[in-house]
């Protein structure tokens, strides 16, 4: 039996296909019958450009339903595709374009000379548009061609798809994931998260990423139900249309925005059964405040490019803030000491994982895949966090975010909890810098509420009177925002880069 992901999903369509898999905001409904039809024009469209099982097809492209239909129609030819960051620069895209060296370049019809350029230098065969609109010289194309194709056989560890990751810290890495891998997380998350026969998710992310792609869109194929497509996260839209919805997936600014409508209470949330939260830490006060104003308690989620999603609290079960719930089905999960050894619970060590989802390596990079992966075959995640009693994982940071002041190990999160439950501010980050005396010290950027006032003084002596003085920041700074990329995430090398001219004048001053 073939391990296609494509025929996974195939195998649970509806019964009848005339049913709606997308809903656009104007009303018009994709059948599950128009997905089958179209996604067999691309298919057939890129066998006619020579693209084979194993050739990557990258799309850097806006948001539209053609965009997903590309996706399936690379699933069912077996060739691997290349989800790319709308945001990324020429000079990002110079680098993924030559690493990955696709067959095909999907770009927006206004970036096509540079497009159609880099990919010939690089060795694409072909350059096509896609607009925002799903319009251009792609779909021109594909509507050319038969509306029939029988789904190629795939084994469980050919290729699927690459995903580049965000590039927080040096080049981004081109993580491997197989057909097998992808289907075996989306099959956890549709039992994990109890999907039925009514589900309806309201899709606002992007679907460049993990959590858009991969979580969101291949649950619901699982599940063969429907989905409310927004081009874009707008909270109004978000409200209004949460009670056509029983499911909202989303990342923590996007509940932090819901909660600054007035529109979003307990009956407009009324018929979602399931709001989850993941791609970043989800604030303690977030949690709570939504919890006041919906009646609905967040599923907190973690997951990773490599591994898609790792753990999940229960819809069934109390959430406790702070965890990031239990691992799924398939994910063997244990905390270890830096020597690989695991630790009790309770006890602070590295994430570390295995199991049927996770991905196959790093592409063209062997070195840095034998690098992370240890003797016993466990994936390091580089997370670092700690088993609560009744075996919820909680985490306290990342490793490379850990800092070593005066000889003891500092996790800035512990320290951002603390920052955050402070009145008048919005949000902090805490990096660790070089210290003369210390090793490393920590630098606060802090954020106010707004039309708030806050003192930096006043924020070291909460922190004193708190914690441990090693754990106290040498130095507080207050900015307007902080740096995030696409899903979310605090861009702390960008804080480092930005605040460390600050830093060096302050250890010298001091």
């Avoid at 195939?10 to 039809?37: H, M, W």
């Amino acid at each position: 039996m073939s391990a296609n992901l494509y025929a996974a999903f195939r195998q649970r369509f509806p019964k009848n296909l005339e049913k709606p898999f997308i809903v656009t905001q104007d009303g018009t409904a994709i059948s599950y019958s128009d997905i089958e039809r179209q996604s067999s024009q691309f298919a057939n469209l890129l066998i006619s450009l020579g693209i084979r099982p194993g050739d990557r097809v990258a799309a850097q492209v806006e948001k539209s339903p053609a965009v997903l239909i590309l996706y399936l129609g690379c699933l069912r030819v077996g060739a691997t595709y290349l989800p790319l960051n709308t945001a990324y620069t020429g000079e990002e895209l110079e680098y993924l374009v030559s690493d990955a060296t696709p067959r095909l370049v999907v770009c927006d019809p206004a970036c096509q000379e540079d497009a159609a350029e880099r990919a010939t230098r690089y060795g694409a065969g072909h350059c096509l548009t896609l607009d925002a609109n799903g319009r251009g010289s792609l779909t021109d194309h594909a509507s050319t061609k038969d509306d029939t194709f029988e789904t190629i056989e795939s084994a469980p560890d050919d290729l699927a798809a690459i995903l580049y990751s965000s590039g927080t810290t040096g080049k981004p890495k081109g993580a491997m994931l197989s057909h097998g891998a992808l289907a075996a997380n989306a099959m956890a998350l549709h039992a994990a998260w109890r999907f039925g026969p009514d589900d309806v998710l309201l899709h606002a992310l992007p679907i460049f990423h993990t959590h858009g792609l991969f979580v969101a869109t291949n649950t619901v194929l699982m599940n063969g139900t429907a989905m409310i497509f927004h081009s874009r996260f707008d909270p109004s839209a978000v409200i209004k249309d949460l009670s056509s919805a029983t499911v909202f997936m989303g990342v923590p600014t996007y509940y932090t925005r819901l909660l600054g409508e007035t529109a979003l209470s307990v009956d407009a949330c009324q018929s979602v059964r399931l709001f989850i939260s993941g791609s970043a830490p989800l604030l303690d006060e977030t949690f709570q405040t939504f919890a006041t104003r919906t009646g609905h308690t967040i599923v907190e989620r973690y997951g990773m490019t490599e591994a898609g999603i790792i753990t999940s609290a229960s819809p069934e079960k109390p959430r406790k803030a702070g965890t990031v719930g239990w691992p799924l089905d398939g994910v063997t999960l244990r905390i270890a000491s830096d020597s690989n050894t695991p630790v009790a619970a309770g006890q602070t060590g590295g994430v570390q994982i295995k199991g049927s989802s996770l991905f196959s390596g790093y592409w063209n990079n062997p070195g840095k895949t034998a690098e992370e992966i240890t003797s016993d075959g466990f994936f390091r995640t580089g997370d670092i966090g700690y088993h609560e009693d009744d075996g919820q994982i909680t985490l306290v940071g990342r490793a490379k975010d850990m800092y070593i002041s005066g000889g003891f190990n500092v996790f800035p999160k512990e320290i951002e909890q603390i920052v955050d439950s402070i009145d008048g501010v919005a949000e902090s980050a805490i990096i660790g810098l070089p210290h003369p005396d210390f090793g490393e010290a920590g630098m606060a950027i802090v954020v106010a509420e707004e039309g708030e006032s806050i003192d930096s003084e006043s924020i070291r002596a909460t922190l004193k009177a708190t914690v441990a003085n090693y754990k106290v920041p040498k130095l507080v700074v207050l900015a307007g925002d902080l740096p995030r990329n696409a899903m979310g995430k605090v861009q702390k090398n960008i804080l480092r880069d930005t605040y460390r001219s600050r830093w060096d004048d302050h250890v010298v001053a001091g």
